[in-house]
């Protein structure tokens, strides 16, 4: 089945604990990104990748890190998390230049 | 730059009436244009996508016309049911570049009352 899954679903943490979060993609899709969703705001991208070992910033990378050594694999990093960076996050992934992109589930993060 | 804007949430409906959700673009050029759904405690996933003027996107009874002329991309669905409570998504891509981002509005959440 054709799907993009992140882990974990959910997570609490405390301000200032690295933590990562997976993100893979089983469609050989070359583009994949990072969103958080908030009340009011919508879905703002974080980060992308057009390919393996390229990353580019979003609308909102402050506080966030991305690597992509694996094209099916695209993992968000928060270095020292804090608690504006409590959210909703969603990892998506589509072919360049397709017209349709795949998200995963969510992860629910919330940093006290 | 470009953007998307779609009316202000949540919107409440009983069950078969009729809905439209408006939303309207602004982009240079020609962008594809679509609409996402969010089902609670889910991703978003794709519900209909037009790539040109006066294309029609259609599934799951839900509709909505690219009109080049008013810039907009109004979703409509004849006799919603309880199940289509979501949050909505418009977006749109120009859909011709390599680094092409996807431009969300901010949703709207859809309540249907049984």
């Known amino acids: 089945e054709a799907q993009v899954t992140q882990n974990p679903r959910y997570l609490i943490t405390v301000t200032g604990k690295k933590l990562t979060v997976t993100c893979s993609q089983n469609?050989?899709?070359?583009?994949m990104s990072w969103y958080r969703q908030d009340p009011g705001l919508g879905l703002r991208q974080i980060y992308y990748?057009?390919?393996?070992?390229?990353?580019d910033k979003g609308d909102v990378p402050e506080g966030y890190k991305v690597s992509r050594k694996e094209k099916r694999n695209f993992p968000l990093i928060l270095e020292s998390p804090s608690p504006n960076q409590t959210s909703l996050y969603f990892c998506a992934s589509r072919f360049l230049n397709g017209q349709e992109a795949f998200f995963g589930q969510g992860t629910r993060l919330t940093v006290v | 730059g470009n953007s998307v804007t779609q009316m202000e949430g949540p919107v409440t409906l009983s069950e078969e009436a009729f809905l439209t959700i408006n939303c309207t673009y602004t982009?240079?050029?020609?962008?594809?244009l679509f609409w996402y759904v969010q089902y609670p405690g889910e991703g978003l996933q794709l519900l209909l996508k037009a790539t040109k003027a006066d294309d029609k996107g259609s599934n799951k009874g839900f509709e909505a016309t690219y009109r080049k002329e008013t810039t907009s991309f109004h979703l409509e669905k004849g006799s919603v049911q309880v199940s289509d409570s979501a949050v909505y998504f418009c977006a749109l891509t120009k859909g011709r570049y390599r680094d092409d981002k996807i431009i969300f509005g901010k949703g709207t959440r859809l309540h249907i009352l049984p």
């Open positions: 990748s057009m390919n393996v070992e390229v990353t």
């Open positions: 469609m050989n899709h070359e583009y």
């Open positions: 982009a240079t050029g020609y962008p594809s």
